[in-house]
């Protein structure tokens, strides 16, 4: 089995319910942000970005907010899904170029 | 956004041998890179995989221990060298379009187990 996400902090929802990942990051020059779903066995896969010239930014599904005040980031998933159980990762890109800085990473478990 | 295939899925090697990583996208990208992914924990930049000259390397990470190719704008390959068990992680290539802050997308991964 895979064992990415077996050391990392743990978010326990029940199915329907809203789930929010929070994030902090390092960096106060960082202005674009990512974050990214792992499911278990597979690459990190894309979900959504945000630039600091904005502090909410909607998707299907998911929302992420970014307060710079705190360089503090998250994840709203509406109506969680037994899919949507995997390991979360925010990454920080500072104005210096492609170079993305990972953040520590939040399990997401998802209650039938 | 780009697809992208990495070889061998996994493996299993001996210590003290070197494995060779592949990574293929669909389209030419400007931009690779290769990442590890440590067991239980988050992904670490390696390097930058730069198109006719030598890659980029991070802090704690060399040439000698991780040599990397990169041929053309659709592929790179990051060899493992003198493997020891500390060395069994997730490595991941990722890719970007070139632009300012353009998304990087990440392939599925090569699982390395060192005995």
């Known amino acids: 089995g895979e064992s990415v996400g077996l050391h990392l902090p743990t978010l326990s929802v029940q199915e329907g319910d809203n789930s929010i990942i929070n994030c902090a990051y390092s960096n106060s020059a960082s202005d674009y942000f990512i974050w990214y779903k792992q499911e278990s066995g597979k690459g990190p896969q894309f979900i959504i970005d945000?630039?600091?010239?904005?502090d909410k930014r909607q998707g299907q599904r998911v929302t992420v907010l970014l307060n710079k005040t705190v360089k503090h980031l998250s994840l709203q998933i509406a109506a969680t899904q037994p899919g949507d159980s995997a390991v979360y990762f925010c990454a920080e890109n500072p104005p210096s170029g492609n170079m993305l800085t990972f953040g520590g990473g939040t399990r997401l478990m998802v209650k039938p | 956004s780009a697809v992208i295939s990495q070889k061998p899925s996994r493996d299993i090697c001996q210590r003290g041998t070197s494995l060779t990583i592949q990574c293929q996208v669909d389209?030419?990208?400007?931009?690779m890179f290769w990442y590890r992914q440590q067991p239980g924990q988050s992904l670490t930049l390696i390097a930058t995989?730069?198109?006719?000259?030598?890659?980029?390397?991070e802090s704690g990470f060399v040439i000698d221990k991780f040599p990397i190719s990169r041929p053309n704008l659709t592929f790179s390959t990051l060899t493992v060298s003198n493997m020891s068990p500390e060395d069994s992680s997730i490595y991941l290539c990722?890719?970007?379009?070139?632009?300012?802050?353009?998304?990087?997308?990440f392939g599925p991964g090569t699982r390395l187990l060192v005995l």
């Open positions: 990722s890719v970007a379009a070139g632009g300012y802050q353009e998304t990087q997308y």
């Open positions: 995989a730069n198109q006719g000259s030598e890659a980029t390397y």
């Open positions: 389209s030419q990208v400007t931009m």
């Open positions: 945000i630039r600091s010239n904005m």
